[in-house]
């Protein structure tokens, strides 16, 4: 069995909490995603911007080739807000990590495909943060 597919033995109450993490449609996302309806704007709802690509983006504007990830704080390393869990240190360290890793590999091609990428924190306002996805819009 490989590292990477090896997952740590847990608890059943963190198995249970960790079960009930949501991958679309989170409370941020949808805050941010009513503003941006509010303001008039349209978008696709998770879909991965570039063709054969099985990462997808929270929100993307095909036409303006802008694509919105809301990035939850412990599971993206928030430079505010991450934490490091005490049991199986390591194997957390390496699976955020990665998660990092993947976010600007991620992030690398689709701007090498003329895309704008903008990556919204969960604890972000979500009139800011649909400020900083019209100023994109607008740029482009």
């Known amino acids: 069995?490989?590292?990477?597919?090896?997952?740590?033995?847990?608890?059943?109450?963190?198995?249970?909490?960790?079960?009930?993490?949501?991958?679309?449609?989170?409370?941020?996302?949808?805050?941010?995603?009513?503003?941006?309806?509010?303001?008039?704007?349209?978008?696709?709802?998770?879909?991965?911007?570039?063709?054969?690509?099985?990462?997808r983006?929270?929100?993307?504007?095909?036409?303006?080739?802008?694509?919105?990830?809301?990035?939850?704080?412990?599971?993206?390393r928030c430079p505010q807000h991450a934490t490091d869990p005490k049991n199986n240190a390591r194997w957390w360290a390496d699976k955020l990590q990665g998660n990092v890793a993947r976010d600007r590999a991620t992030d690398a091609a689709l701007a090498d495909a003329g895309w704008v990428v903008v990556r919204v924190w969960e604890h972000e306002d979500a009139v800011a943060a649909a400020d900083r996805v019209q100023a994109s819009l607008d740029a482009g």
């Open 57 to 76: 983006a929270d929100l993307v504007f095909p036409r303006r080739r802008v694509a919105v990830y809301v990035d939850g704080c412990f599971w993206h």
């Open 1 to 55: 069995m490989s590292q990477r597919s090896h997952r740590p033995t847990t608890d059943a109450a963190t198995s249970a909490r960790m079960a009930k993490q949501r991958r679309s449609g989170t409370e941020p996302e949808l805050a941010l995603r009513r503003e941006l309806h509010r303001r008039g704007l349209r978008y696709f709802v998770d879909r991965a911007p570039l063709p054969g690509q099985r990462r």
